[in-house]
């Protein structure tokens, strides 16, 4: 018997190093039929399954381990609930991670990275106050640039910001880009735009994966030189990066920078997506693709503009720079009053991001409920294959209107309904952006952490129509929904 197992481990513990995952399962649980409670395989098997990213079957084995551990085996036990909490914070089961972390405390209560991990898991349920505590107490344990980094990260997101500069400049180098780049946002976000986009400018020293997207940040172009903002330049490349939102938002700072160098001529290269919604100067043009790299003396990517400008004053934009289709407009003119005889006040509604991240971009559908029981024409501008698994858990969906936007270009019918409307209501994504450009008279809505270019108040810095509401305490996004419903019952009056 011990000779099979042995010959069976040795046979995983190959597959395993030759990533041949399927074998190495095979293998590892036949050695477990034989003896369950073998410990390297049970060790070897579950960080096979971490990897794959199979963390159910990773926990089983770490449970495993952890009943077959001795109790005086301290190192043991705590390594392996450390993981287990890992496991259940990365399937985001962050009560029960947590339940993990506390039982290390119990044994053993001088870990800092036991209270780093609590700290992600507090973060995640936007328990702040614990997150601020739990990584105190780390850094408390042992000096850590990466808690010191979190303390800043943390201060930031809750508009700290005094704080949040406190723990970055500990870490500020001269070769610490990234931190750099952290500390940008504290600037920007306390309006000390000339700092804060100096700063900004450390993002470009690598270029690495989003792990948001999970695309390169900004596309590479090797070739051509990148423009000090201050060498003559007859042919310029500005280069779309980042979201949808950040290049509508910036492409004022293209216009701005064509009327201060009017004899440049500026080439827009844009994304697909969006490169037909940007109306065209004298010498801007807006392309999709680069027909020819050596035509340009310089290039610049288009969030580096207020830097090289030098801006120190945001101003709201005065200048509608979005293409409209009045065809399209007289369209859904007419079929939003077909849907709205009683010439009720249209409100359309924008609910869901696509991206996850720590800032709260997202409702629930089913929390609209609340406008729908108004006189009011509720028009989703989501595409109808985005929101169709959500209107299974609405019981008010005859209430919404949808229609089927955008099969051919992207935002062209959305434009065109949002110069239809009378107000719009939005969470913070690239539409608010569009109906900014536009004028639109807009319900900006933002969770208790927002984005560093909405600051800490409601001041009207970007757009004039845009109106913030914002949520002043730890609490969802939903419940600003009742601030809405009272605006809109005025508006019916």
């Known amino acids: 018997m011990k000779d099979k197992i042995k010959e069976l481990y040795k046979k995983a513990n190959k597959y395993n190093t030759n990533n041949e995952h399927e074998k190495a399962i095979q293998h590892y649980n036949k050695v477990l039929e034989l003896d369950n409670k073998n410990f390297k395989a049970l060790k070897e098997l579950g960080d096979l399954y971490e990897r794959l990213n199979n963390l159910t079957n990773a926990i089983n084995c770490y449970e495993k381990i952890f009943v077959i551990t001795p109790k005086h085996d301290i190192p043991t036990t705590v390594i392996y609930l450390n993981q287990i909490g890992i496991c259940y914070n990365n399937l985001r089961n962050y009560e029960t991670a947590i339940t993990y972390f506390k039982k290390i405390l119990v044994i053993k209560n001088d870990i800092p990275d036991v209270y780093n991990n609590l700290y992600w898991c507090y973060f995640s349920l936007k328990n702040y106050k614990l997150a601020e505590i739990n990584l105190l107490i780390s850094l408390k344990l042992i000096y850590n640039e990466k808690m010191i980094d979190s303390l800043g990260f943390l201060y930031g997101c809750l508009k700290e910001y005094d704080k949040a500069i406190f723990y970055y400049n500990k870490l500020l180098t001269d070769d610490n880009y990234e931190n750099k780049y952290s500390l940008s946002f504290i600037y920007l976000a306390k309006k000390n735009f000339k700092y804060g986009y100096e700063l900004y400018e450390n993002r470009l020293k690598n270029n690495n994966i989003c792990p948001i997207t999970g695309e390169k940040k900004r596309a590479d172009i090797p070739f051509i030189s990148y423009w000090d903002g201050i060498k003559d330049c007859n042919n310029l490349l500005v280069v779309y990066e980042q979201g949808i939102g950040d290049n509508i938002q910036y492409y004022r700072?293209?216009?701005?920078?064509?009327?201060?160098?009017?004899?440049?001529?500026?080439?827009?290269?844009c994304?697909?997506?969006?490169?037909?919604?940007?109306?065209?100067?004298s010498n801007i043009k807006v392309v999709k693709n680069i027909e020819n790299i050596f035509a340009y003396n310089y290039k610049v990517y288009i969030m580096s503009l207020p830097y090289l400008l030098r801006i120190e004053i945001i101003t709201p934009v005065t200048e509608n720079y979005i293409n409209i289709d009045e065809e399209k407009v007289v369209y859904w003119s007419e079929q939003i009053k077909i849907k709205n005889p009683e010439n009720k006040i249209n409100v359309g509604f924008f609910y869901k991001g696509l991206l996850n991240v720590h800032i709260e971009k997202t409702l629930p559908l089913e929390s609209f409920e609340l406008l729908s029981e108004l006189n009011i024409n509720l028009i989703c501008l989501h595409k109808t294959q985005d929101i169709v698994e959500d209107l299974k858990t609405v019981l008010f969906k005859d209430k919404i209107v949808i229609f089927d936007i955008d099969k051919d270009k992207s935002f062209v019918d959305t434009i065109a309904i949002l110069k239809n409307i009378d107000i719009l209501i939005t969470v913070d994504t690239s539409i608010a952006h569009l109906a900014g450009v536009l004028n639109i008279k807009t319900l900006l809505l933002l969770g208790y952490i927002s984005e560093w270019r909405w600051f800490d108040n409601n001041d009207k810095i970007w757009y004039d129509s845009v109106e913030l509401l914002r949520m002043t305490e730890n609490s969802e996004l939903k419940n600003i929904l009742p601030q809405v419903k009272n605006i809109l019952t005025n508006m019916e009056k």
């Open 253 to 269: 700072f293209i216009i701005q920078l064509s009327q201060l160098y009017p004899n440049m001529e500026i080439t827009y290269f």
């Open 271 to 281: 994304k697909d997506i969006v490169s037909h919604i940007f109306k065209e100067y």
